[in-house]
């Protein structure tokens, strides 16, 4: 019969899930604290322009098809974030944007205070946006992470007066 070691009795908070969480936080808050939000966003656009490749890629897959129309790309971009916990919802689309609100950040608590981490929404969201559909600019109007109840994230589809005054990053087809 096999029996627990002592350590092994306490109510530890550690999973899997809450460790990476936890390490995702830790890493962005020392990029954030050593080069400065403004380069720590940049470090995390580059895994989130990596992620949203392979989940692009992942997604046209499954559906078989070479190309994400505009109706795939906001269902893509709900489910996914659904997949990994979050709360995404869709407040309003048409041919120029969609307009994303969110209840429940995937990072959870882990989030707060922790801006950058919010571009790997940016990076994913742009970069299956605009590999499908050409173009991207992804503008997160309001955050969890800036202490907002919820998140508003504008993805602009077209070039318009709009989203030039818009703030946020550009995304091209690769």
């Not at 307009?99 to 990072?107: A, D, I, Q, S, T």
Request: aromatic share 6%; charged share 30%; glycine share 8%.
């Amino acid at each position: 019969m096999e029996t627990m070691t002592p350590v092994e009795r306490y109510d530890i908070p550690l999973e899997r899930d809450l460790f990476l969480r936890t390490l995702i936080r830790e890493l962005s808050g020392t990029l954030q604290e050593v080069v400065g939000l403004e380069e720590a966003s940049g470090f995390i656009s580059v895994v989130g322009q990596r992620m949203g490749d392979q989940i692009n890629n992942e997604y046209k897959s499954a559906l078989a098809v070479d190309r994400l129309s505009r109706d795939q790309v906001s269902q893509v971009l709900v489910d996914l974030k659904r997949r990994i916990q979050g709360d995404f919802y869709i407040i309003e689309e048409d041919e120029e944007k969609i307009v994303l609100g969110n209840r429940v950040c995937p990072f959870a608590e882990k989030v707060i205070g922790r801006p950058a981490m919010c571009m790997m929404t940016s990076n994913v969201f742009g970069s299956i946006a605009a590999e499908n559909l050409g173009f991207a600019k992804v503008s997160l109007e309001q955050t969890i992470a800036a202490g907002d109840p919820g998140c508003r994230v504008v993805v602009y589809l077209k070039p318009t007066a709009e989203a030039e005054a818009a703030e946020g990053r550009e995304y091209f087809k690769g």
